[in-house]
């Protein structure tokens, strides 16, 4: 069984940062792609960032600039550093982790998400 757990997430006034961690727990031999989604209401999920193992990065072109996703292997990790936040961030955002565990099974694994509001 696999866990992704999210922290950081808060209210911020416009221009204020935010720093989200998620962390993987469980039966975990590799993880590969881990990402961030956020999903604001009434509209679908969307992808934010993503990253590879190897630290390749991908960012929607509404957070470049803005936003930086990065990654602790040691530690299952992956952090969204969030800079300059606007109140069309504002959102429930889900951290995600494609995991191979010790039975050679891959798993497309969710967070429960986290709530960023930015307002002032």
């Known amino acids: 069984q696999v866990q992704l757990v999210e922290s950081g997430g808060g209210l911020v006034q416009p221009g204020g940062s935010l720093r989200l961690s998620c962390a993987a727990s469980?039966?975990?031999?590799?993880?590969?792609?881990m990402g961030w989604y956020r999903q604001a209401p009434g509209k679908q999920r969307d992808l934010v960032a993503s990253?590879?193992?190897?630290?390749?990065?991908n960012y929607a072109d509404s957070v470049k600039g803005r936003f930086t996703i990065s990654r602790d292997n040691a530690k299952n990790t992956v952090y969204l550093q969030m800079l300059n936040l606007k109140p069309e961030d504002t959102a429930v955002y889900y951290c995600?982790?494609?995991?191979?565990?010790?039975?050679?099974?891959?798993?497309?694994?969710w967070g429960q998400g986290t709530q960023v509001t930015v307002s002032s």
């Open positions: 990253i590879t193992r190897g630290g390749y990065t």
């Open positions: 995600t982790a494609s995991v191979m565990d010790y039975d050679h099974r891959n798993q497309n694994i």
């Open positions: 469980g039966s975990i031999a590799i993880i590969n792609n």
